[in-house]
């Protein structure tokens, strides 16, 4: 099967992460989404049908490494090579106080967003260096949390500034190798992680449009960071 371009969106299930692949999937790209839950890939993949776009679902945890690597060969079984990847997988702990955030909420969010994001990365390197044309794009979705952090939010805000140091280490690394890699740092979209926050959101679809952007640049050039927030929202001098 021949395509020309091929993208894999972690957590493409609901909100930012269907948003982005049905964008990308209108954009030209052939989509793999990857999920926990079957039945909600296969809602994204049936609308994309309906468009006549290309959007095929993989239930994957991107927790365990042996998960990652099974989706990827999937993706390299069916079109040979990925062009971009999108770590949108994630989870939040409830807000409580430092000193009473248990060991596994902490460990859940940490192996979700960062280990997850670590493990698809290692895998799409792997496969942009082999490739022919060689190289692609990752795009790693960070937050407004990746600088300034809501109180109570201990596991999520540690997470998301690391995956500004896992950002940076992966646009250093891939250079040799034409991969560019960015992040986009997100503030209240409208999806149904944010419904108990009381602050100002916009919508998803505006998320997906600059996520699109960014994978719309040729590979010499790279949003290495972009933040897209609800304007109204309380982000600069926040507390």
């Given at each position: ?120 990365t290692q895998e799409a390197m792997r496969m942009m ?111």
């Open positions: 099967m021949s395509v020309v371009k091929v993208a894999l969106v972690t957590g493409g299930g609901t909100g930012i992460g269907k948003a982005v692949a049905l964008a990308l999937a209108r954009d030209g790209f052939a989509v793999v989404v990857g999920g926990r839950r079957r039945e909600v890939l296969e809602h994204v993949a049936a609308e994309a049908r309906a468009e006549k776009l290309e959007v095929v679902p993989f239930e994957v945890n991107v927790r365990e490494p042996r998960s990652v690597s099974a989706m990827f060969a999937r993706v390299k079984d069916m079109f040979g090579r990925i062009d971009l990847l999108f770590n949108n997988a994630g989870t939040n702990a409830r807000a409580v106080p430092l000193d009473e955030l248990a060991y596994e909420q902490w460990q859940t969010v940490i192996e979700t967003n960062l280990t997850g994001a670590f493990l698809c260096k082999e490739q022919q044309p060689r190289g692609g794009r990752i795009i790693n979705n960070g937050s407004i949390s990746a600088h300034v952090p809501r109180p109570n939010s201990a596991a999520y805000t540690a997470s998301k500034h690391a995956i500004t140091g896992l950002t940076k280490s992966t646009s250093l690394e891939g250079r040799a190798y034409d991969i560019a890699c960015g992040q986009i740092d997100i503030g209240n979209a409208d999806t149904e992680m944010t419904q108990p926050l009381k602050e100002p959101k916009m919508s998803v679809g505006d998320v997906a449009r600059a996520v699109a952007y960014m994978a719309s640049l040729p590979l010499d050039a790279n949003v290495q960071f972009m933040t897209v927030m609800a304007t109204r929202m309380p982000y600069i001098g926040r507390g």
